[in-house]
T-cell receptor
């Protein structure tokens, strides 16, 4: 069984401020973890992924996330928000035991960037 | 990059109509998925397919069926559309042994 919880359905930050989007996961097997971004009127695209290599993962557009097993967290950060970061962000988890493993998505966090 | 194309961006249908949502991918990926996206609920898996003519139910298959006659095409069918099926529908493709799902732009379906 697996699940993700995204804390905060809406987050607002000022342009240039730190972005922190929170994700906690639950998985009965070692997880793969993902952050996807959805811009208005578009599908989802991958920002970054953790697949059991380095615990600090760097993604596109200056985003990064750190896998913390002890806290079962995979929070997404960006040092300085840009107006173009306004979008909805989804955390996702997938187990990697044998066979097909379903991806479970969180409920999403909408990021608003205030000029 | 993988391209996943959904045939319609917006659809308006009437209650009781049969609705077909089409999805095509261009990278020969084995796995294809249909999700439904609703505010506050995130993405919920309706059906997925891991090969031609193969399908598995996801978390919310009731009221839906699927068809995969060719590897590149995965269709979602609403046999008799109802108002509670008004939603955004997203198709995705994933290669066997790979981790990333590639998404189409979505079809926003309104059932009146």
């Amino acid at each position: 069984a697996q699940s993700v919880t995204q804390l905060g359905s809406h987050v607002s930050v000022s342009e240039g401020a730190l972005v922190l989007l929170r994700c906690n996961y639950s998985s009965s097997v070692p997880p793969y973890l993902f952050w996807y971004v959805q811009y208005p009127n578009q599908g989802l695209q991958l920002l970054l992924k953790y697949t059991s290599a380095a615990t600090l993962v760097k993604g596109i557009n200056g985003f990064e996330a750190e896998f913390k097993k002890s806290e079962t967290s995979f929070h997404l950060t960006k040092p300085s928000a840009h107006m173009s970061d306004a979008a909805e962000y989804f955390c996702a988890v997938r187990g990697h035991s044998g066979g097909y493993q379903k991806v479970t998505f969180g409920t999403g966090t909408k990021l608003q960037v205030i000029p | 990059d993988v391209k996943v194309t959904q045939s319609s961006r917006y659809l308006v249908k009437r209650t009781g109509e049969k609705v077909f949502l089409e999805c095509v991918q261009d990278m020969d990926h084995e796995n294809m998925f249909w999700y439904r996206q609703d505010p506050g609920l995130g993405l919920r898996l309706i059906y997925f397919s891991y090969d031609v003519k193969m399908k598995e139910k996801g978390d919310i298959p009731e009221g839906y069926s699927v068809s995969r006659e060719k590897k590149e095409r995965f269709s979602l069918i609403l046999e008799s559309a109802s108002t509670n099926q008004t939603s955004m529908y997203l198709c995705a493709a994933q290669g066997q042994g790979f981790h990333i799902q590639y998404f189409g732009a979505g079809t926003r379906l309104s059932v009146l």
